[in-house]
């Protein structure tokens, strides 16, 4: 298959970036919100269709299946869903959003490390992806937590136990440890957390996984579409952790918009909602949000 | 070099991001929301990479798997998105 050749894709890439920028600030506006929805996902067609013709597809099947597979189950859930239960719609995509980008940089790593080229990984590749993972994997199961409660099929009260705090600071500690140890690539433990799958990585998402969880379980319902516009801000923050493992700048432009965005938008709804948004991040230290 | 042409794309973005987002009605907070989750889709963009790339098999398995979840984000978060804005403007109009 021919490819385009690179200067190509990026000035693709550049005019999605402004069809991104120029659709999120007609978004914040009444009269224009429709109009710049469908201008950014006019940029994200742009931005996914040249890469499908840049690439030398060696796999062209899977790729075809994955997006066709995709396509039917976003558009059967989004067809469907009642106005009711758009929120905990937009969390589960949201979730989805942060896992691809978990899944993406553990995919590229095992990448590095089957291709054989470098001995051990770049130190900025390794940290992008350390990041990447665990922020892509908190939002894939808070998302789905959060989504589980708006739903209620979890339990929507906030769930305290004593201790949580410390499981909460464990499970950070451990997902930077792994994170840590992915970077330096010790001799230690070499044979169970080195290989060629990068047992280390899929352990980080783990510990990262049931960090997401912890979180989101002690935090009210109520609460919920704030955590659901934070979830937000960290998946764009995911994707832009992925942008720098492969280095694609329509990553990086993109999810770094809406991870400051998505952050401002979590404040201002925070503040009409009348919460406090270190509440929030924290799981509610003070239970005095949960009374109001 | 690309480390900190990265950081240079990375630093500048989120300044625009941080000013783009300034008075907003409060009833548009919800459709920003899945207007810009469905951005975050642009993950898709890796995924594709990485799944048609075909290096390793395992990689190649991930890649799949990444590509639908992040296509049902983009597909799905942009139609909920024109949904929630249909049904608002309907509210307003009424």
Same mark, same amino acid.
């Given at each position: 298959?021919?490819?385009?050749?690179?200067?190509?894709?990026?000035? =693709?890439?550049?005019?999605? =970036?402004?069809?991104?920028?120029?659709?999120?600030?007609?978004?914040?506006?009444?009269?224009?919100?429709?109009?710049?929805?469908?201008?950014?996902?006019?940029?994200?067609?742009?931005?996914?269709? &040249?890469?499908v013709?840049?690439?030398?597809?060696?796999?062209?099947?899977?790729?075809?299946?994955?997006?066709?597979?995709?396509?039917?189950?976003?558009?059967?859930?989004a067809?469907?869903?009642?106005?009711?239960?758009?929120?905990?719609?937009?969390g589960?995509?949201?979730?989805?959003?942060?896992g691809?980008s978990?899944?993406?940089?553990g995919?590229e790593? !095992?990448?590095?490390?089957t291709?054989?080229?470098?001995?051990?990984?770049?130190?900025e590749?390794?940290?992008?992806?350390?990041?990447s993972?665990? !922020?892509?994997?908190?939002t894939f199961?808070?998302?789905l937590v959060?989504?589980?409660?708006?739903h209620?099929?979890?339990?929507?009260?906030? !769930?305290r136990y004593t201790?949580?705090q410390?499981?909460?600071v464990?499970?950070?500690?451990?997902?930077?440890?792994?994170?840590?140890?992915?970077?330096?690539?010790?001799?230690?433990?070499?044979?169970?957390?080195q290989?060629?799958?990068?047992?280390?990585?899929?352990?980080?998402?783990?510990a990262?996984?049931?960090?997401?969880?912890?979180l989101?379980?002690?935090i009210?319902?109520?609460?919920?579409?704030?955590v659901i516009?934070?979830?937000?801000?960290?998946s764009?923050l995911?994707? =832009?952790?992925t942008g720098?493992v492969?280095?694609n700048?329509?990553?990086? !432009?993109a999810?770094?918009?809406?991870?400051?965005?998505g952050?401002?938008l979590?404040v201002?709804m925070c503040?009409?909602?009348?919460?406090?948004?270190?509440n &929030?991040?924290?799981g509610?230290f003070?239970?005095e949000?949960?009374?109001e | 070099m690309t480390l900190?042409f990265n950081l240079?794309? /990375?630093?500048?973005? =989120?300044?625009?991001?941080?000013?783009?987002?300034?008075?907003?009605?409060?009833?548009?907070?919800t459709?920003?929301?899945?207007?810009?989750?469905a951005?975050?889709?642009?993950?898709?963009v890796?995924?594709?990479?990485?799944a048609?790339?075909?290096?390793?098999?395992l990689?190649?398995?991930f890649?799949f798997?990444?590509?639908?979840m992040?296509?049902?984000?983009? &597909?799905g978060?942009?139609? &909920?998105?024109h949904?929630?804005l249909?049904? /608002?403007?309907?509210?307003?109009?009424?």
């Open positions: 298959m021919e490819t385009l050749p690179e200067w190509v894709i990026q000035l =693709a890439y550049l005019l999605a =970036a402004v069809l991104f920028i120029q659709g999120m600030r007609d978004m914040t506006h009444p009269r224009t919100a429709t109009r710049g929805n469908f201008t950014s996902a006019m940029g994200m067609l742009l931005a996914v269709g &040249v890469t013709l840049w690439f030398e597809l060696v796999s062209p099947v899977v790729l075809i299946a994955g997006l066709v597979v995709g396509s039917v189950v976003g558009v059967g859930l067809v469907r869903v009642e106005m009711t239960e758009m929120p905990q719609l937009v589960v995509f949201n979730g989805f959003g942060g691809a978990a899944l993406v940089a995919a790593l !095992i990448e590095f490390q291709a054989g080229v470098v001995t051990s990984l770049p130190a590749t390794a940290i992008a992806a350390a990041a993972g665990l !922020i892509g994997a908190v199961c808070g998302s959060a989504a589980g409660k708006l209620g099929v979890v339990n929507g009260n906030a !769930i201790g949580e410390v499981v909460k464990a499970l950070f500690a451990i997902s930077i440890l792994l994170g840590a140890y992915l970077v330096v690539q010790p001799e230690l433990f070499a044979e169970y957390l290989g060629e799958w990068v047992p280390a990585y899929w352990l980080l998402l783990g990262a996984s049931l960090l997401g969880i912890a989101v379980i002690s009210g319902g109520a609460d919920m579409p704030v516009a934070l979830l937000n801000s960290y764009g995911a994707a =832009a952790g720098f492969l280095n700048t329509a990553l990086i !432009i999810g770094t918009l809406v991870g400051a965005a952050m401002i979590t201002i503040e009409s909602m009348n919460r406090s948004l270190s &929030v991040l924290f509610g003070g239970e949000a949960d009374s | 900190v240079t794309l /990375f630093v500048l973005t =989120a300044f625009l991001g941080y000013s783009i987002i300034t008075k907003i009605p409060a009833n548009l907070h459709p920003l929301m899945s207007g810009s989750n951005i975050t889709g642009i993950t898709l890796g995924a594709v990479v990485v048609g790339s075909g290096s390793s098999r990689a190649t398995a890649g798997l990444a590509v639908v992040a296509t049902v984000n983009v &597909v978060g942009y139609l &909920v998105s949904k929630m249909n049904q /608002f403007h309907k509210g307003s109009e009424a």
